[in-house]
């Protein structure tokens, strides 16, 4: 009688702690996955941010008749392409985000572009609007290259905990599956020296 007694108690100890170990397995991927929403926020709301900036720099550009049309057309048509492609923060996969990714870089693309060419328009590089957006981007793509570097970790770190075992068995028991993340390309931990171009030579 002692010993089924001891038996049954044995099983029941074990049976509250993989049942508290899969309580604290789920809270814990819950919050690291939460924590990744959280962060995509801040990095579709840094680049909204430059994409609201554009129109403004454009209508500034605008008022110099030589500039290069052609320019201003890629930089419009790249920014309206960029703010068609979202992603549902529940399915931030590979393929989602790669597809983000190109429209954005796109856009950093035109506007690289655009600010090379006003370096040729001395009158356009004094122009006080023209500084003021100046400064308003470099400071964006600065906090665009910050939140994109705290979403890749938390990504890293999500990923990390639902692939440990036995944690992987919980992650597929309860339907937490890997996040996709930005692709590292070369100096993409760096933001672009926007105010360099800006610099006489």
Same mark, same amino acid.
């Given at each position: 009688?002692?010993?089924?007694?001891?038996?049954? *108690?044995?099983?029941?100890?074990?049976?509250?702690?993989? *049942?508290? =170990?899969?309580?604290?397995?789920?809270?814990?991927?819950?919050?690291?996955?939460?924590?990744?929403? $959280?962060?995509?926020?801040?990095?579709?709301?840094?680049?909204?941010?430059? =994409?609201?900036?554009?129109?403004?720099?454009?209508?500034? /550009?605008?008022?110099?008749?030589?500039?290069?049309?052609?320019?201003?057309?890629?930089? /419009?048509?790249?920014?309206?392409?960029?703010?068609?492609?979202?992603?549902?923060?529940?399915?931030?996969?590979?393929?989602?985000?790669? #597809?983000?990714?190109?429209?954005?870089?796109?856009?950093?693309?035109?506007?690289?572009?655009?600010?090379? /060419? $006003?370096?040729?328009?001395?009158?356009?590089?004094?122009?006080?609007?023209?500084?003021?957006?100046?400064?308003?981007?470099?400071?964006?793509?600065?906090?665009?290259?910050?939140?994109?570097?705290?979403?890749?970790?938390? /990504?890293? =770190?999500? =990923?990390?905990?639902?692939?440990?075992?036995?944690? #992987?068995?919980? $992650?597929?028991?309860?339907?937490? #599956?890997?996040?996709?993340?930005?692709?590292?390309?070369? *100096? $993409?931990?760096?933001?672009?020296?926007?105010?360099?171009?800006?610099?006489?030579?």
């Amino acid at each position: 009688m002692n010993k089924g007694l001891l038996t049954l *108690g044995v099983i029941g100890i074990i049976v509250l702690l993989f *049942g508290f =170990n899969g309580c604290s397995s789920y809270n814990n991927m819950n919050g690291l996955e939460k924590d990744v929403t $959280a962060k995509w926020s801040k990095v579709e709301n840094a680049y909204q941010r430059r =994409n609201d900036l554009i129109p403004n720099l454009v209508a500034v /550009v605008k008022n110099y008749a030589d500039f290069e049309k052609s320019t201003l057309t890629a930089v /419009v048509e790249a920014r309206a392409n960029a703010t068609k492609v979202t992603i549902d923060p529940s399915k931030l996969d590979d393929a989602s985000i790669k #597809k983000y990714q190109e429209a954005q870089g796109a856009v950093t693309s035109t506007l690289g572009r655009l600010l090379a /060419v $006003a370096e040729n328009y001395p009158d356009l590089k004094a122009n006080q609007n023209f500084l003021d957006l100046q400064a308003q981007l470099e400071g964006t793509e600065n906090r665009i290259t910050t939140e994109r570097n705290i979403f890749i970790e938390s /990504v890293q =770190n999500y =990923n990390t905990s639902i692939s440990m075992f036995p944690r #992987k068995i919980w $992650a597929s028991m309860f339907g937490f #599956k890997e996040h996709g993340n930005f692709e590292m390309t070369e *100096g $993409a931990d760096k933001a672009p020296d926007v105010g360099k171009m800006f610099k006489d030579k």
